[in-house]
């Protein structure tokens, strides 16, 4: 089992920045990639970006690319999600999740534990 805590959303201006850190705990021996994907009201949990266990590799939805970071702490357990230039429409519940195998999955079914979430809020 792995458990997993978001830090980091508030409330931002348009333009502004926000880091989001996810702190993994428990069998983190493994190797898995770890994901972020948020969640606006009356909208479906939507793939954010996604880090690689071994290369770090990285994945992102065209509506975030170029202005979002993922990167993974020097422990590997810890993932963060660098946020610039946001947006109102970035507005939503963001989560952090992982996946026991070492792949880049955008399908958040594909994911095998979840956090449970942190609010980002961008103002106009």
């Known amino acids: 089992q792995v458990q997993l805590v978001e830090s980091g959303g508030g409330l931002v201006q348009a333009g502004g920045s926000l880091r989001l850190s996810c702190a993994a705990s428990?069998?983190?021996?493994?190797?898995?990639?770890m994901g972020w994907f948020r969640q606006a009201p009356g909208s479906e949990r939507e793939f954010v970006a996604a880090i690689s266990w071994g290369r770090y590799i990285t994945d992102y939805a065209d509506s975030v690319k170029g202005r979002f970071i993922i990167s993974r702490g020097a422990a590997k357990n810890t993932v963060y999600l660098q946020m610039n230039s946001l947006k109102p429409e970035d507005t939503a519940v963001y989560y952090c999740?992982?996946?026991?195998?070492?792949?880049?999955?955008?399908?958040?079914?594909?994911?095998?534990?979840w956090g449970q979430g942190t609010q980002v809020t961008v103002s106009s």
């Open positions: 428990g069998r983190t021996s493994s190797s898995y990639a």
């Open positions: 999740a992982a996946v026991a195998i070492d792949y880049l999955y955008r399908d958040r079914g594909r994911y095998d534990y």
